[in-house]
């Protein structure tokens, strides 16, 4: 079964500064999706930002952007310039790309606080 | 266009009563999903709707929990009797085959 680990539950970052969350997981297949989503208090969780495994090139939205290692099974999300409005819950995820099936394997997720 | 819209987004029982939450999809979206996230736990997948169809229930923790999707429309979630480790927040999701879109969840709390 696949797994998502994101092993820091806290983070902070001052304004404007860059900050990077990680996540790692465990999976047997070769091809898949890995996502961001973002959930900011008592509103909807939004992707953020999508990999698919088959693409060497990183994934770049704006000011995020992600550092996907296949081999070591490593999908960090960088924020760049970050802002308040960046303050959120992530949730690292992945899925199989079975056309039609968007289940999704979370982890834990990282609180993120931006400092004024 | 409306987005996936939850209700209750609170919702505060005693262990053993009943409670019946809901979920609208975004329109035309065949695809809906339920999952749950306890607190400082992962967000776990409960069950797949394709249309009115149950195409995964996996991820139901036992019997207590019924899943409906009457017409393909509305979603609920009954839990009956509910027990305190059910607290949580219970997310909706919908997809026509591609990105999923979530609701803003809806908060569980069994005293």
């Known amino acids: 079964a696949q797994t998502v680990t994101q092993s820091q539950p806290e983070m902070s970052v001052q304004e404007a500064e860059t900050v990077t969350l990680s996540c790692t997981y465990d999976?047997?297949?070769?091809?898949?999706?890995l996502f961001w989503y973002k959930q900011p208090p008592s509103r909807q969780m939004i992707l953020v930002i999508r990999?698919?495994?088959?693409?060497?090139q990183n994934a770049t939205e704006n000011r995020f952007s992600v550092n996907f290692q296949k081999a070591a099974k490593s999908f960090s999300l960088k924020i760049s310039d970050s802002q308040l409005g960046d303050a959120a819950m992530y949730f690292c995820?992945?899925?199989?790309?079975?056309?039609?099936?968007?289940?999704?394997?979370f982890g834990t997720g990282t609180r993120l606080t931006i400092i004024p | 266009e409306a987005g996936v819209t939850q209700f209750p987004s609170h919702s505060v029982i005693e262990k053993g009563q009943t409670v019946t939450l809901r979920c609208d999809p975004i329109?035309?979206?065949?695809?809906l999903y339920w999952y749950r996230r306890v607190m400082g736990k992962e967000i776990k997948f409960l069950l797949h709707?394709?249309?009115?169809?149950?195409?995964?229930e996996s991820g139901m923790p036992n019997n207590r929990f019924l899943a409906e999707r009457t017409g393909g429309t509305y979603s609920t979630l009954k839990v009956q009797p509910a027990e305190l480790e059910d607290s949580g927040v219970y997310f909706c999701?919908?997809?026509?085959?591609?990105?999923?879109?979530f609701g803003e969840g809806s908060r569980l709390t069994v005293l």
């Open positions: 995820a992945y899925r199989t790309p079975n056309f039609g099936n968007e289940k999704l394997t």
């Open positions: 999701a919908s997809s026509h085959g591609g990105e999923l879109f």
């Open positions: 329109s035309g979206h065949d695809n």
């Open positions: 990999q698919e495994a088959y693409k060497q």
């Open positions: 709707f394709v249309k009115e169809s149950k195409q995964d």
């Open positions: 999976t047997s297949e070769s091809d898949y999706y």
